[in-house]
């Protein structure tokens, strides 16, 4: 059997459940997302403000951040490994989409917990 390091989970399983998991995370934050602005008609700066200054707000977007960059790697290295052949073009568009993602991630931190 084949190891392969370059995909997040190292194995088909793993793969399924991180895709399930980060799909089920950010399913609960899109319908608390739109909940609350449901529920907030007159939504205003101080009361949007107010829900991110809150710790656990915080936490929960970044566990959302987390599981998009977590299910979007997934799910570009499955169609990459799958759509391209050419080692080069796979190379690069991976590392192309990793970066994206780490600077997504950090632009998402620095957001969330920046002054």
């Known amino acids: 059997m084949v190891t ?3 995909n997040l989970g190292r194995s088909g ?3 399924w459940l991180i895709q399930r ?3 089920v995370i950010l399913a609960v934050y899109a319908l608390f997302m739109v909940l609350y602005l449901l529920f907030h008609p007159g939504l205003d700066y101080a009361t949007w403000s107010g829900l991110f200054s809150q710790t656990w707000m915080r936490v ?3 566990l959302a951040f987390i599981s998009i960059a ?3 790697w997934v799910g570009l290295w499955t169609v990459s490994t799958d ?3 050419q080692t080069g073009v796979r190379f690069a568009f991976q590392a ?3 970066l994206a993602i780490f600077v997504f991630l950090v632009w998402g931190v620095q957001v969330l917990w920046g002054a």
């Open 70 to 72: 977590a299910h979007a």
């Open 21 to 23: 998991i980060s799909a």
């Open 60 to 62: 929960f977007s970044l």
């Open 83 to 85: 759509y391209l052949k």
């Open 13 to 15: 399983l793993s793969d």
């Open 96 to 98: 192309v989409v990793m």
């Open 4 to 6: 392969n390091i370059t």
